[in-house]
């Protein structure tokens, strides 16, 4: 996974961007959590997750996850294969 690896060098330069970069970056996210009025969670899977039609899982999927604070700016980018 080489395309992983150059993203795992690059991934501190989305640190302060808004969220609406992020969208025109990646596009709509696979899912968004409200954590609480002061930051919340885009979830960009990297592999198939089980909402895929025909994949059987047997194990999470990869994804990065971009922690937005209440100005809806990024403040950590995690890549992982835990389910927060």
Do not use: H, W
């Not at 991934?11 to 609480?36: C, H, S, W, Y």
Request: charged letters at 30%; a negative charge.
């Amino acid at each position: 996974m080489q395309d992983l690896e150059e993203f795992r060098t690059i991934k501190n330069q989305f640190l302060g961007i808004d969220n609406q970069a992020l969208i025109k970056t990646f596009g709509r996210p696979d899912r968004v959590e409200l954590v609480d009025k002061s930051q919340s969670f885009f979830f960009y899977f990297i592999e198939p997750s089980s909402d895929c039609s025909g994949i059987e899982q047997k194990k999470e999927p990869l994804r990065v996850l971009f922690r937005l604070n209440a100005l809806s700016k990024v403040s950590e980018v995690t890549i992982t294969d835990l389910n927060p």
